[in-house]
């Protein structure tokens, strides 16, 4: 476990939300499988909650902004300035799909989508720094991006956040590691994810750590979610991908990554 009490270093996986149809039922979802606590925020907030553990913020869960918008757990990379991040996703082929505003005093964000496509957020940390706690059960431990124009991705973050690279090729298997500009700490994947279905978007995958795998991922089923990745065993240690029942796609695993 560790927990984070500064500004996330430009480029890390610093928050994740998801917007959902039926908040009440997602609030209760998340509770049962990793024992989340919310802190509601005012009326400006729109009904948007902080996930706790220990009275920590962990991720964000609220409503739907636009029904007809896929649900989808964000993940948002930190940025020092926003205005200027965005400015460097439309000069490398990405595009605004929310342009830059402030959260209240929490921040400032945007929405963009990157070269291949793949949406995620983007965080100027203000009173709200983003995740508070990660690395244990029921947090954020790993953020990873899925696609088939791997080497146009790579190109893209390395432009806009200043990522390197290390590779972790075997058998088939074809995965980097991005290392932030400010120390070369690993802090996300990205991988050329040949076995996503047709149709489906490159897209960023949110790994929430779990003490115990097996239990997490019955849990879940229990609840409704369906198990697209049965649990199993890999390098990175037991791991499972579940679809909850509001339709969200996430990771879950055994041996999370160090997020510091």
Not at 1 to 9: L, Y
Not at 97 to 102: G, L, S, T, Y
Request: charged letters at 20%; a negative charge; glycine letters at 10%.
């Amino acid at each position: 476990m560790s927990t984070q009490t500064e500004k996330w270093p430009a480029g890390t996986p610093a928050w994740v939300d998801l917007g959902v149809e039926d908040l009440p039922a997602a609030k209760s979802f998340y509770t049962k499988l990793f024992g989340w606590e919310y802190l509601s925020g005012d009326e400006e907030a729109g009904g948007y909650v902080l996930a706790q553990l220990d009275g920590q913020a962990v991720a964000g869960l609220g409503p739907k902004q636009d029904s007809t918008m896929p649900t989808v757990w964000t993940t948002y990379l930190a940025s020092d300035n926003v205005d200027t991040t965005c400015k460097e996703v439309a000069a490398v082929g990405g595009q605004l799909i929310a342009a830059p505003f402030d959260v209240m005093d929490s921040g400032r964000m945007a929405i963009a989508a990157d070269s291949v496509g793949a949406v995620f957020g983007i965080w100027q940390a203000g009173s709200h720094i983003g995740a508070e706690r990660v690395n244990e059960h029921g947090a954020l431990c790993w953020n990873e991006l899925h696609t088939r124009e791997y080497a146009l991705a790579r190109s893209f973050y390395a432009d806009v956040f200043g990522y390197s690279y290390q590779d972790i090729d075997q058998d088939g298997f074809i995965y980097a590691t991005a290392k932030r500009a400010s120390d070369g700490r690993e802090v996300a994947g990205i991988h050329l994810d040949t076995q996503m279905a047709e149709g489906a978007p490159n897209h960023w995958l949110a790994w929430f750590a779990s003490d115990h795998v097996d239990r997490t991922a019955a849990t879940a089923v229990e609840l409704g979610s369906s198990a697209l990745v049965p649990v199993m065993d890999s390098p990175m240690g037991r791991m499972a991908i579940l679809q909850a029942p509001q339709g969200e796609i996430f990771g879950i695993i055994d041996a999370p990554r160090t997020k510091a």
